[in-house]
């Protein structure tokens, strides 16, 4: 059976409401719509009552969850869209991700951000957000790249005790698509996985950017040159080992990701490796991300403004080069 990164988020959701009585969904407009991409179509009518229409406000939709995790239940929070998760800012950061610490009380909320950027959409609704939040202790941030991990990772989400950020990108809503859910061992939360393996250069990222350094590696298998593609899976935590012991392979490092350059993931992959894997390198570590300006609109600037297979493979080109 052929099924989409989408319907194994929707599929996702379902068990996690079947096998659950304490899992309920609250979103805008993600009862009978069946929210802004469907992610929950018909998942209202197989479970009345447990999925609930939101006010228009983040900070109210998060600021409610949060109080009825602490209180026992598990919800899953859809925000239509990551920017609009700023709104929310205070409830996620000061309240969700803080809260064990101060009280002792788990508050196991699962946080679904449709992220990244689709032709058009421009700088309202095309951002990556993952590394705003693992900036800040007590979140677990996910970033599924697989049909599988989708489906697995959004299980996992609502089972930790821990507030999670998960990350679903939009452009893969109905482009990647899988034959079977479970054609691989599941990985654990926290461990990257080598979605390819080489010796020439490790390529580590994550999302979106994982299909794009796979079509890279197809390309430069014909140049004999031989990459490692590292998906992290999730960003934070950041499975350290497992990228440095990719470097210790290949002896090069292109970190790459779709979210702006300042401060975020691939600059912490790339200091982690510089501190923990500093003489395992041939050449300076290099990392690619978006422009460091908000997302266009126009389908060519935006085609421009975002890593694609194209500028990957010329930066891991220069690389092989140094």
């Not at 079947?18 to 179509?41: L, S």
């Not at 893969?172 to 698509?177: A, D, G, N, V």
């Not at 970190?255 to 050449?283: H, I, K, Q, Y």
């Amino acid at each position: 059976m052929v099924i989409t990164y989408l319907e194994a988020i929707r599929a996702a959701q379902a068990a996690a409401l079947r096998d659950d009585k304490r899992v309920f969904i609250y979103g805008q407009d993600v009862g009978v719509f069946g929210g802004a991409f469907k992610a929950t179509k018909n998942l209202a009518q197989e479970f009345p009552g447990r999925v609930i229409d939101s006010p228009i406000s983040e900070d109210a939709m998060i600021g409610m969850a949060v109080g009825a995790a602490v209180s026992g239940m598990r919800p899953i929070l859809e925000v239509q869209f990551a920017d609009f998760s700023t709104l929310a800012l205070n409830q996620i950061v000061n309240q969700a991700a803080t809260h064990y610490w101060r009280t002792g009380v788990p508050c196991p909320i699962t946080v679904r951000l449709p992220s990244g950027g689709t032709s058009g959409s421009g700088p309202f609704h095309s951002q990556s957000m993952e590394a705003l939040y693992a900036h800040y202790p007590g979140l677990v941030v996910m970033a599924p790249a697989t049909v599988q991990d989708a489906y697995e990772m959004l299980l996992a989400a609502v089972a930790i005790d821990d507030p999670v950020i998960y990350c679903e990108h939009k452009y893969l809503y109905y482009h990647l698509k899988a034959d079977d859910l479970f054609t691989e061992p599941p990985v654990p939360v926290g461990k990257a996985r080598i979605a390819r393996a080489g010796r020439d250069l490790s390529i580590v990222t994550y999302s979106a950017m994982v299909h794009e350094a796979l079509a890279v590696a197809d390309e430069l298998a014909k140049e004999k040159i031989e990459i490692e593609v590292v998906d992290l899976r999730t960003v934070k935590p950041l499975d350290t080992d497992s990228i440095v012991a990719s470097v210790s392979r290949t002896g090069r490092l292109l970190c790459v990701g779709e979210a702006f350059p300042w401060g975020g993931v691939t600059a912490e992959v790339v200091a982690r490796v510089a501190s923990e894997g500093f003489n395992l390198l041939d050449a300076p570590p290099m990392r690619l991300n978006a422009k460091d300006t908000p997302v266009p609109y126009h389908p060519n600037l935006w085609a421009a403004h975002r890593p694609t297979a194209r500028s990957i493979a010329d930066a891991a080109r220069r690389l092989l080069r140094m």
